[in-house]
């Protein structure tokens, strides 16, 4: 029977790569399937993981009806086993109903990978939905860690270094993108340093000022 599985982490865990792996193997027995993306940061149309891998995707738009595309392949004739969904944080909640529909109507496997929580801890809508209706839910086993060598459970967003809590919700961008010259990036913390707002370049700061350097 097919399953609408969620496969989810913070950011920079692997899930692109898992979900390039994933479509890999279908593919290598056989099987007939789909790539999707909504946002992916090397552009449009293209899945790609920080560990080199790319390949071409169908991009997801406001508009996109995913179980009409996969009715309209099916019905030209096209193999539809499964569906590989990356950035499934950006779907909108519509989207993923599809999604389970296409799992229960056509039998076809979808394998949904995303964040689930945003900046400020939130959840987007689109990982709200797949946790609501997914079969199962895989927490990814690539533990990303926290400054503090904890396992990093949430994203924050920084500016400078520093972490933020007023914006969009949606900003494209990578894990230490404004170290490298970038308005904004993000960084993976534990909840406490996130709580806190202690980003690695906090606490590099904190450790060298005076305050808390040692008296004698
Ligand atoms: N130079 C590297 N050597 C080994 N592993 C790396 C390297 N760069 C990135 N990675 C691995 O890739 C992971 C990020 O993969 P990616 O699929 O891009 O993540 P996600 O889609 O979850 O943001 C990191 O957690 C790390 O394990
Ligand atoms: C926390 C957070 C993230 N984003 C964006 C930033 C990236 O483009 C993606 C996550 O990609 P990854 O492959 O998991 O690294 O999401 C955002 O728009 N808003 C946020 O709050």
Excluded at 95 to 113: K, Y
Excluded at 161 to 183: I, N, S, Y
């Amino acid at each position: 029977m097919a399953e609408l599985v969620f496969f989810s982490g913070t950011m920079d865990c692997g899930k692109s790569t898992l979900a390039l792996q994933m479509d890999h193997n279908h593919a290598a027995r056989g099987r007939g399937g789909l790539v999707f993306t909504r946002d992916d940061r090397a552009g449009e149309a293209v899945v790609s993981s920080r560990l080199g891998l790319r390949r071409r995707a169908v991009e997801v738009a406001d508009g996109t009806d995913l179980w009409a595309e996969v009715g309209r392949r099916r019905t030209a004739g096209e193999r539809v086993d499964y569906l590989v969904c990356d950035e499934a944080q950006f779907y909108s909640a519509a989207q993923v109903e599809q999604l389970a529909r296409v799992v229960d109507e056509l039998d076809v496997d979808v394998f949904a990978f995303g964040i689930t929580t945003d900046f400020r801890t939130r959840l987007f809508p689109g990982s709200q939905r797949l946790l609501e209706l997914a079969d199962r839910v895989q927490v990814l086993q690539v533990e990303a860690l926290c400054w503090c060598g904890a396992r990093a459970t949430h994203n924050a967003r920084t500016v400078g270094g520093a972490m933020v809590v007023e914006g969009e919700q949606v900003v494209v961008g990578d894990v230490g993108a404004d170290a490298q010259g970038g308005d904004v990036g993000y960084e993976v913390l534990c909840r406490r340093h996130h709580r806190q707002g202690r980003t690695a370049a906090a606490a590099r700061a904190a450790a060298l000022s005076p305050d808390v350097l040692p008296f004698g």
